[in-house]
T-cell receptor
Framework: DAGVTQSPTHLIKTRGQQVTLRCSPK?????VSWYQQALGQGPQFIFQ???????QRGNFPDRFSGHQFPNYSSELNVNALLLGDSALYLC?????????????FGQGTRLTVV | SQELEQSPQSLIVQEGKNLTINCTSS?????LYWYKQKYGEGLIFLMM?????EEKSHEKITAKLDEKKQQSSLHITASQPSHAGIYLC???????????????FGQGTILTVHP
């Protein structure tokens, strides 16, 4: 079991550009959550996808959007990048069943906006 | 909205020493999750607590949720360099205590263990 995999691991973009980050959940998991972690801070919840729909959203602008595919993998898109978007982006997968327990996190994508 | 405050923000100890990290919530904790993170990497799940007074242990790490369910502590006994990293507490936002992947995190505690 490969666990949660994210790609790419590192990315450098220019202010104003658009970026797409990808996440493959752990086998058997159907829910994907995205987090932004700025340097020295705890992760901040961006949004969550289940059954190919956005189910919950944190306090992030519409520049942040996502998608979930039938195979449960997910993408995070950020438009009109700002310098402040530089952060570690984490994907977490979980199973939305009665016995749901902890979320499993990927290694993250380090985004640098210059 | 719920806020979690971790203390201390950073901790430097000598190998073999015991230490405690605290996580205090602005609201009742229904599900409290402890994770460990190596710098710049993903989060590794340590333990989940749901009941007031509940205590769980794994190897040399013990976590407890107080009776009033507004504070949790993580205790490491006889620390080792392998314990170094960032410790994060996260809270579920539903009364069932299950995160379904959505957590509110504290700011983290950076632990350094000198050999």
């Amino acid at each position: 079991d490969a666990g949660v995999t994210q790609s790419p691991t590192h990315l450098i973009k220019t202010r104003g550009q658009q970026v797409t980050l990808r996440c493959s959940p752990k086998s058997g998991h159907d829910t994907v959550s995205w987090y932004q972690q700025a340097l020295g801070q705890g992760p901040q919840f961006i949004f969550q996808y289940y059954e190919e729909e956005e189910r919950q959203r944190g306090n992030f602008p519409d520049r942040f959007s996502g998608h979930q595919f039938p195979n449960y993998s997910s993408e995070l898109n950020v438009n009109a990048l700002l310098l402040g978007d530089s952060a570690l982006y984490l994907c977490a997968s979980s199973f939305r069943g009665l016995m749901s327990t902890e979320a499993f996190f990927g290694q993250g994508t380090r985004l640098t906006v210059v | 909205s719920q806020e979690l405050e971790q203390s201390p923000q950073s901790l430097i100890v000598q190998e073999g020493k015991n230490l405690t990290i605290n996580c205090t919530s602005s609201k009742t904790l229904y599900g409290l999750y402890w994770y460990k993170q190596k710098y710049g990497e993903g989060l590794i799940f340590l333990m989940m607590l749901q009941k007031g007074g509940e205590e769980k242990s794994h190897e040399k790490i013990t976590a407890k949720l107080d009776e009033k369910k507004q504070q949790s502590s993580l205790h490491i006994t006889a620390s080792q360099p392998s314990h170094a990293g960032i410790y994060l507490c996260g809270a579920a936002d539903n009364a069932g205590g299950t995160s379904y992947g959505k957590l509110t995190f504290g700011q983290g505690t950076i632990l350094t263990v000198h050999p």
